[in-house]
Nanobody
Framework: QVQLMESGGGSVQAGGSLNLTCAASGYFYTAGCMAWFRQAPGKEREGVAAIYAAFRPDDIRTYYSDFVKGRFTISQGDAKMTAHLQMNSLLPEDTAMYYC?????????????????????WGQGTQVTVSS
């Protein structure tokens, strides 16, 4: 059973930065999709960014929602199935619970990487709060 551990959330002022980390354990395959979603109170869960983590650098792919392009960067960690989300220039509207999700093929399937129903494994979430 895949277990996900998220870390790095916290409270910052607008314009600040945070770095979230997601580490998967119990994952059988050598490659797969790791995604960050977020959900604010009263709002739908939305995709933030995803990475197809792979052994060969040429196979790595990244995906971003329009509202984070140029501000957030997702990258593959050194350990297998570890991903980092560097969040810069944070805005109050970035305030939400951030969830890590993993699936072998979700980000590669037709219909987009940001459909949360495609992901089988989820973390407990880490809170990000940005004050103005």
């Amino acid at each position: 059973q895949v277990q996900l551990m998220e870390s790095g959330g916290g409270s910052v002022q607008a314009g600040g930065s945070l770095n979230l980390t997601c580490a998967a354990s119990g994952y059988f395959y050598t490659a797969g999709c790791m995604a960050w979603f977020r959900q604010a109170p009263g709002k739908e869960r939305e995709g933030v960014a995803a990475i197809y983590a792979a052994f060969r650098p040429d196979d790595i792919r990244t995906y971003y929602s329009d509202f984070v392009k140029g501000r957030f960067t997702i990258s593959q960690g050194d350990a297998k199935m570890t991903a980092h989300l560097q969040m810069n220039s944070l805005l109050p509207e970035d305030t939400a619970m951030y969830y890590c999700a993993v699936d072998r093929l979700a980000c590669l399937r037709t219909g987009g990487w940001d459909d949360h129903v495609k992901y089988n494994s989820w973390g407990q979430g880490t809170q990000v709060t940005v004050s103005s």
